[in-house]
Antibody, heavy 120, light 107 residues
Framework: EVQLVGSGGGLVQPGGSLRLSCAAS????????MSWVRQASGKGLEWVAN????????YYLHSVRGRFTISRDNTKNSLYLQMNSLRAEDTAVYYC?????????????WGQGALVTVSS | DIQMTQSPSAMSASVGDRVTITCRAS??????LAWFQQKPGKVPKRLIY???SFQSGVPSRFSGSGSGTEFTLTISSLQPEDFATYYC?????????FGQGTKLEIK
């Protein structure tokens, strides 16, 4: 069974840092692109970043580029999102999601979400 | 960036109704389009990928169509469990972008 388990959320002050983790199981993690998607309370979904299976390519939402870093450890079947210089508008539930191996069959599995609150 | 314009933003319908939700892309995205259902407090659930490919386990009353810039999600006969918010997502080019959502409520 495919599982994605997110962790690492919490309360952080503006300008602070936080690292989210997503533990994957039930599939060959090293074959799949992986993404982070976020959702502010009462708002819509927003794609944040993704990473290629061999971590040779990463892509970001404009508003987080330079502040957030996506990474992965295929030996630990884990995905990460390092978030620096956090702002109030980064407050959201952050989901990890599995993309595809073929470019089409994407976003089929999602983690349960980790709540990040940026507030003083 | 590609803008995804989803319509309507909200609608009310009755059990048994046929419902269509539309997403328009600001530029062509081939068929790199997925549809999701989200209920309050829950994780989004993928219904359709590659514009019209069925997600295993999703009821057959859900279908998707379109290519290029215009896409539709159709629910052929609404069931009580279908009342939720629906989102489209383009994953053709970066940054990936979601539609703003369609909240489907009971009439």
């Amino acid at each position: 069974e495919v599982q994605l388990v997110g962790s690492g959320g919490g309360l952080v002050q503006p300008g602070g840092s936080l690292r989210l983790s997503c533990a994957a199981s039930g599939f060959t993690f090293s074959n799949f692109w992986m993404s982070w998607v976020r959702q502010a309370s009462g708002k819509g979904l927003e794609w944040v970043a993704n990473i290629k299976p061999d971590d040779s390519e990463m892509y970001y939402l404009h508003s987080v580029r330079g502040r957030f870093t996506i990474s992965r450890d295929n030996t630990k079947n884990s995905l990460y999102l390092q978030m620096n210089s956090l702002r109030a508008e980064d407050t959201a539930v952050y989901y990890c999601a599995r993309e595809s191996t073929d470019g089409y069959n994407s976003f089929d599995y999602w983690g349960q979400g980790a709540l990040v609150t940026v507030s003083s | 960036d590609i803008q995804m314009t989803q319509s309507p933003s909200a609608m009310s319908a009755s059990v048994g109704d046929r419902v269509t939700i539309t997403c328009r892309a600001s530029q062509g995205i081939s068929n790199y389009l997925a549809w999701f259902q989200q209920k309050p407090g829950k994780v989004p659930k993928r219904l359709i990928y590659a514009a019209s490919s069925f997600q295993s386990g999703v009821p057959s009353r859900f279908s998707g169509s379109g290519s290029g810039t215009e896409f539709t999600l159709t629910i052929s006969s609404l069931q009580p469990e279908d009342f939720a918010t629906y989102y489209c997502l383009q994953y053709s080019s970066y940054p990936y972008t979601f539609g703003q959502g369609t909240k489907l409520e009971i009439k």
